[in-house]
C-alpha cells in the first residue's frame, strides 16, 4: 500500500507563493502517478496537477496554469507543487494522492494540508 504524506501548507497574501512537498512510500512498482487535489467545504475535490513518476508527463486543470508547477524528486520519492501568483479563490484543503498506471484510480490518499490566501 502507498502511503502519502503532504506538508508545506499555510496562510499567504495574494499573489505570494507556497511549495508544498508530498512523500511517497510503500510502493514497488515505478508507475505511479502523483497527484495534487484541492477542496473547498461544500464542494467536490477537483484536481490540480498531476505526474507520471517514470516520464515526467504533467497535467494540470486550468485554472491553475501558468501558476503552479509540479515537479518531482525521484531519490526523495517526493513530490512538489510550487504555487506562485496565489488567488485567494486558490484557499483550499490540498491533497496529495497516488495511483498505479494507468493512473485511472487515485486510491491512496494524505490527510491534506490546508492552503489560504487573504487580501
Known amino acids: 500500500q502507498v502511503r502519502v504524506v503532504e506538508s508545506g501548507g499555510g496562510s499567504v497574501l495574494a499573489g505570494g507563493s507556497l511549495t508544498l512537498s508530498c512523500a511517497a512510500s510503500?510502493?514497488?512498482?515505478?508507475?505511479?502517478?502523483m497527484g495534487w487535489f484541492r477542496q473547498v467545504p461544500g464542494k467536490e475535490r477537483e484536481v490540480v496537477a498531476t505526474?507520471?513518476?517514470?516520464?515526467?508527463?504533467?497535467y494540470y486543470a486550468d485554472s491553475v496554469k501558468g501558476r503552479f508547477t509540479i515537479s518531482q524528486d525521484n531519490a526523495k520519492n517526493t513530490v512538489y507543487l510550487q504555487m506562485n501568483s496565489l488567488k485567494p479563490e486558490d484557499t483550499a484543503m490540498y491533497y496529495c494522492?497516488?495511483?498505479?498506471?494507468?493512473?485511472?484510480?487515485?486510491?491512496?490518499w494524505g490527510q491534506g494540508t490546508q492552503v489560504t490566501v487573504s487580501l
Open positions: 494522492a497516488a495511483a498505479q498506471s494507468p493512473c485511472r484510480n487515485y486510491n491512496s
Open positions: 510503500g510502493y514497488t512498482d515505478s508507475r505511479i502517478c
Open positions: 505526474i507520471y513518476a517514470v516520464t515526467g508527463n504533467t
